[in-house]
């Protein structure tokens, strides 16, 4: 047991130091992980994007544009190759998931076919939902080299075209959601 | 989103303790008689939605303008037991009857740790204020809603007869399962 | 007491999930993978050492009636730490754990032992038991991991062993609260045989 007395001035002036000390030595972890922490994000944003277009010799990331819509932003990376853009990345979400938010990064070639998709962020059910993810099963793929304009973007529930993953028809319909959101805001922008 | 939706997601389907598994310390601890559940139900409903809206004024009007956001665990958890003892000190003043039906709850209630995760959460989903509160009161309201079903179930258990082996917490986990097994039912109704 | 039995008192006599029953929320929430179990664990015995170590130094410069909140600054101080290193390392397991990390603050083993052990005892055994009591929580979390993957994956660390989905209930919520208890009634039913 403590061999200090619990007067006023120690409870105070111990609580303070221990508050002080452990203040300082947050901000000087914060300050040491600031720098890898941003790069271990972009890193993750420049894989994403390398996996869903084409081969690209320019920094997406420097000629980025953003749309508003309802629920959130949703972002394009165009990747351009000679200057000739051969793909777009669009970093589009949804709110409609079983659990909330899901963000997917979608690879539109200039022409609107879809190229790739890969899941940036989920907190769908492990083993259920999360299968949207292409490392759990094949659902993802079954969107490459398919254009919106021919293709129903939606479960075959709802008069669609897409195998919805077994037991999980709310991830399956949010994920086809966010394809489409992605999909028309890009045309949008095009046609600009 | 529609703060209905919101409060029935936070009840039933996405019940707190039996799919987040938040608070699973108090939930086994004092469900065995449902007034001592109906006790800590009361203290952590009004507990949680205090400790919300302070953490989230705390966050919006200081952690977010200083750009000290990494200090939200270490701010959090202290507004969080001080909030507790703060109470337990009013109540005792304001509301002596209250104080005797929540007051042995409220220590318990710091390393509750829905409080904590529920408050964190709010920030996460980027919650504004209104919808922090209703968030809070309605995860509170299934914490509170879980473990009165909860403790009606094991004072009816206590006169079968068991294993020796299942007899207290391996029994409560199972039934708790099965219970978390029955709340899967209510998904769907929100989306 | 002996400093190896100090250690592994944790491990199996005094586990702190099958036997005192501390620290559920995290027991149940990370086990869907044995990945995931395994980065909980770490981060937990990295915060029981740090915390039950700088706990003992501190011990008697604090006094008693504030050691409680004290004992809560510095247990907070040191998951920010874990928080940020992982989110700066590895990013998916920081991704996968989400908010149970801050949450390792109000993990009952933390301020337990804190309380019950380090504020009594010196320096070197005071490491020496948050160093098994993590060991022990972190065996704990891979038993019913491996557990609950096998069946509900049909794999052991991402690798599967069958080729087919698995058993789902054993992934979901439900299945994690079941098998926690049979693992706990076998432990009881095995400790009986022995006493």
Redesign the interface.
């Known amino acids: 047991m403590s061999k200090k007395p619990s007067t006023f001035f120690n409870m105070v002036g111990t609580l303070f130091i221990i508050s002080f000390f452990s203040s300082a030595a947050l901000g000087f972890v914060y300050e040491m992980t600031k720098g890898p922490i941003a790069k271990a994000t972009l890193e993750k944003k420049i894989k994403a994007i390398q996996e869903v277009v084409p081969a690209f010799d320019n920094h997406p990331l420097d000629e980025v544009y953003s749309v508003d819509i309802d629920e959130g932003t949703l972002f394009f990376y165009p990747a351009k190759k000679n200057n000739k853009l051969v793909g777009t990345a669009v970093e589009t979400l949804t709110t409609k998931g079983f659990s909330g938010i899901i963000k997917l990064m979608v690879g539109l070639l200039p022409d609107g076919t879809i190229n790739n998709i890969v899941v940036v962020e989920t907190h769908e059910t492990p083993g259920l939902g999360d299968k949207i993810k292409k490392e759990k099963s094949d659902f993802s793929k079954q969107f490459t080299g398919k254009n919106p304009s021919l293709f129903t973007l939606k479960v075959k529930k709802d008069g669609g075209s897409v195998d919805a993953i077994t037991a999980a028809t709310i991830s399956s319909r949010a994920f086809c959601d966010a394809v489409i959101k992605g999909y028309q805001a890009y045309k949008k922008e095009v046609r600009k | 989103?529609p703060y209905v939706l919101m409060i029935i997601s936070a009840v039933l389907v996405?019940n707190i303790v039996?799919?987040?598994?938040?608070?699973?310390?108090p939930f086994?601890g004092v469900s065995k008689r449902f007034s001592t559940a109906l006790g800590m139900g009361g203290g952590v409903i009004f507990v949680m939605t205090l400790s919300t809206i302070i953490t989230y004024l705390i966050q919006t009007y200081l952690l977010v303008p200083f750009k000290?956001e990494?200090?939200?665990?270490?701010i959090y958890?202290?507004v969080i037991?001080a909030l507790v003892q703060m109470v337990e000190i009013m109540l005792k003043k304001v509301s002596p009857a209250l104080y005797q039906a929540l007051g042995v709850y409220l220590p318990l209630i710091?390393?509750?740790?829905t409080i904590?995760?529920v408050a964190?959460?709010v920030i996460?989903?980027e919650f504004n204020l209104m919808e922090s509160t209703v968030f809070a009161i309605s995860n509170s309201i299934g914490f509170t809603f879980a473990l009165i079903i909860f403790s009606g179930i094991r004072e009816r258990l206590e006169l079968l007869e068991i294993?020796?082996?299942?007899k207290g917490?391996?029994?409560?986990?199972?039934l708790?399962?099965?219970l978390?097994?029955a709340f899967?039912g209510f998904?769907?109704i929100v989306? | 007491m002996n400093q190896w039995q100090n250690l592994i008192k944790g491990l199996i006599k005094e586990n702190p999930v099958f036997v005192l029953i501390l620290g559920t929320c995290p027991t149940l929430a990370v086990t869907t993978s044995v990945a995931n179990a395994l980065g909980m664990g770490l981060s937990t015995t990295f915060v029981l050492v740090t915390s039950n170590l700088a706990i003992s130094a501190l011990k008697d410069f604090i006094p008693d009636k504030v050691r409680i909140p004290c004992f809560i600054v510095v247990i907070a101080s040191f998951v920010t730490i874990v928080d940020l290193v992982m989110a700066g390392y590895c990013q998916v397991i920081h991704a996968q754990l989400g908010i149970f990390i801050p949450l390792i603050v109000v993990n009952c083993i933390v301020l337990g032992r804190a309380e019950a052990f380090a504020a009594k005892n010196g320096l070197w055994s005071s490491t020496v038991d948050g160093l098994g009591m993590g060991l022990g929580f972190t065996f704990a979390l891979l038993v019913l991991s491996a557990i609950r993957e096998a069946l509900g994956s049909g794999s052991f660390l991402g690798h599967k062993f069958i080729h087919s989905d698995g058993i789902l209930f054993f992934i979901l919520a439900p299945g994690a609260f079941i098998v926690f208890g049979y693992v706990i009634a076998i432990i009881n039913r095995m400790n009986r045989g022995t006493k």
């Open positions: 989103m996405n039996l799919t987040q598994f938040l608070g699973i310390c086994l000290i990494f200090m939200q665990t270490i958890i202290l037991a710091t390393t509750n740790c904590l995760g964190i959460l996460r989903k294993p020796e082996a299942m917490i391996p029994l409560a986990l199972v708790a399962g099965l978390s097994l899967m998904s769907g989306h």
